[in-house]
């Protein structure tokens, strides 16, 4: 089953405009990591926040984690047309079964030049 | 070497065949993942190797079966098929340690698997 929903399930800005996506998700979780996937390819970590952290940067990518709400957002800046790609939320839940990587439905991002 | 690296990177398969994919990484990791992934959905977890020992199965069909021979290769072995279950079929590995968490998981490019 998955985690979570992601919204909006599709987003297309001209390049140079930024992009944010949200990720909800259900469970208690260890961190949750963001991944992209260019069509039919595998999966590139792009960052991983943990449990106890509220924001993260990394280049041009932001990630913001409210526990509470048991949401998290993704914010692109600048955005280039090959940013164009499908973007995942993914919470990590250790458990006494192992480590389990969840994720959520998926943001297709489109990046108009 | 910080790579996962999995063929074949297409495989067309009879619902008769058996086939294998495989995967390997040299990363010294010691979690090992095999994900299913139709078009245009997430990749669903099924299997989880943890130190080389199967340690989570999603309640995955018997025609599918693991093996994890030593700590750098996994291997999904194939068996009386269903046209459903053609997908992209993804590898990954974390580490266990603490240190894992900077580094997420690695994936794999992916076998697309299709079963006539």
């Known amino acids: 089953s998955q985690q979570g929903e992601e919204d909006p399930q599709a987003l297309s800005i001209q390049e140079g405009e930024n992009a944010t996506m949200n990720c909800s998700y259900k469970?208690?979780?260890?961190?949750l990591q963001w991944y992209r996937q260019n069509s039919g390819r595998g999966l590139v970590h792009l960052i991983l926040?943990?449990?106890?952290?509220r924001e993260k940067h990394s280049g041009r990518l932001r990630v913001t984690l409210d526990t509470s709400k048991k949401s998290s957002s993704l914010l692109i800046t600048a955005s280039r047309a090959a940013d164009t790609a499908s973007y995942f939320c993914a919470t990590d839940a250790r458990e006494t079964s192992g480590s389990r990587l969840t994720f959520g439905e998926g943001t297709q991002l489109t990046v108009n030049p | 070497d910080t790579e996962v690296t999995q063929t074949p990177k297409h495989l067309v398969m009879g619902m008769t065949n058996k086939k294998s994919l495989k995967c390997e990484q040299h990363?010294?990791?010691?979690?090992m993942y095999w994900y299913k992934q139709k078009a245009k959905k997430p990749p669903e977890l099924m299997f989880v190797?943890?130190?080389?020992?199967?340690?989570i199965n999603e309640s995955v069909p018997s025609r599918f079966s693991p093996e994890c021979p030593n700590s750098s290769l996994l291997n999904l072995h194939l068996h009386a098929l269903q046209p459903e279950d053609s997908a992209l079929y993804l590898c990954?590995?974390?580490?266990?340690?603490?240190?894992?968490?900077?580094?997420?998981?690695?994936f794999g490019s992916g076998t697309r698997l299709t079963v006539v």
């Open positions: 990363m010294g990791h010691r979690a």
């Open positions: 469970t208690s979780i260890n961190n």
């Open positions: 926040i943990r449990s106890n952290e």
């Open positions: 190797y943890s130190y080389e020992k199967l340690s």
């Open positions: 990954a590995s974390s580490s266990l340690t603490r240190d894992r968490g900077e580094y997420g998981y690695t």
